[in-house]
T-cell receptor, first 115, second 112 residues
Framework: NAGVTQTPKFQVLKTGQSMTLQCAQDMNHEYMSWYRQDPGMGLRLIHYSVGAGITDQGEVPNGYNVSRSTTEDFPLRLLSAAPSQTSVYFC??????????????FGAGSRLTVL | KNQVEQSPQSLIILEGKNCTLQCNYTVSPFSNLRWYKQDTGRGPVSLTIMTFSENTKSNGRYTATLDADTKQSSLHITASQLSDSASYICVVSVTGFQKLVFGTGTRLLVSP
C-alpha cells in the first residue's frame, strides 16, 4: 500500500496565482483532511471530509477550496495565492467509525512558497 | 481555550541516553491523547494513543504516560538512537477525531 500520496512535494507560486495540491489514499479511508504547518505553531486544520461528496471547514479555511468526488482523492485548491499561504501542507486520512480514537495517516507533505 | 503545551522546545542528548518529553493540556472535554513522531521533511507518524482510563502505554523504546487529573502526559524514550532525532508532537482529541488540538512539538537531536 502506498498510504497517503501528496503531489507536488515542492511548489513556488507568485502572488495571485492559483494551484491545486493533490492528495490520494489507497486505504479506503472515509475521513480525509488538510492541515498546514507553520514554524512555532501546531498543525492547523484547513478543511476535512467524512466521505465522498461531503466536505466541511476547519480552523483556517479562508483562501482554500476542497472537493471530494471519490473516496480516494481530496484535492486542495488555492484560489489566489498570498504570501501568508507559504507553509507546509499535509493531507491525512483515517477510518471514520469506531470510538473516535482512529489514527491519522499523514502524507509526506507539500512545501509551498508564495512570492 | 483548548491548548496543548509541550516542553522543552528542543533537546539534545547523547546516543544511548534516556529522555522524557512533557505535554500539558487544557483541552476539554478530553477524548484521547496521541503522540506523533515527525522526521524532518516527512509527515507525522503515530506512536501511541491513550484514552482517559489508560495511565501507561508502550511502543518499543517509547513509553507514554497520562495523568488525566493533572492533564499531563509524558513520552519517555529509552536507550536513544540516532534515528530518534525528530520532532515529537502531542495531540489531544476533544470530541471524536475531527477536533484535534496539536502541540508545537519538541525537537529532539540525538548526538553520537
Amino acid at each position: 500500500n502506498a498510504g497517503v500520496t501528496q503531489t507536488p512535494k515542492f511548489q513556488v507560486l507568485k502572488t495571485g496565482q492559483s494551484m491545486t495540491l493533490q492528495c490520494a489514499q489507497d486505504m479506503n479511508h472515509e475521513y480525509m483532511s488538510w492541515y498546514r504547518q507553520d514554524p512555532g505553531m501546531g498543525l492547523r486544520l484547513i478543511h476535512y471530509s467524512v466521505g465522498a461528496g461531503i466536505t466541511d471547514q476547519g480552523e483556517v479555511p479562508n483562501g482554500y477550496n476542497v472537493s471530494r468526488s471519490t473516496t480516494e482523492d481530496f484535492p486542495l485548491r488555492l484560489l489566489s495565492a498570498a504570501p501568508s499561504q507559504t507553509s507546509v501542507y499535509f493531507c491525512a486520512s483515517s477510518y471514520r467509525g469506531g470510538t473516535g480514537a482512529n489514527v491519522l495517516t499523514f502524507g509526506a507533505g507539500s512545501r509551498l512558497t508564495v512570492l | 481555550k483548548n491548548q496543548v503545551e509541550q516542553s522543552p522546545q528542543s533537546l539534545i542528548i547523547l546516543e544511548g541516553k534516556n529522555c522524557t518529553l512533557q505535554c500539558n493540556y487544557t483541552v476539554s472535554p478530553f477524548s484521547n491523547l496521541r503522540w506523533y513522531k515527525q522526521d524532518t521533511g516527512r509527515g507525522p507518524v503515530s506512536l501511541t494513543i491513550m484514552t482517559f482510563s489508560e495511565n501507561t502505554k508502550s511502543n518499543g523504546r517509547y513509553t507514554a504516560t497520562l495523568d488525566a487529573d493533572t492533564k499531563q502526559s509524558s513520552l519517555h524514550i529509552t536507550a536513544s538512537q540516532l534515528s530518534d532525532s525528530a520532532s515529537y508532537i502531542c495531540v489531544v482529541s476533544v470530541t471524536g477525531f475531527q477536533k484535534l488540538v496539536f502541540g508545537t512539538g519538541t525537537r529532539l537531536l540525538v548526538s553520537p
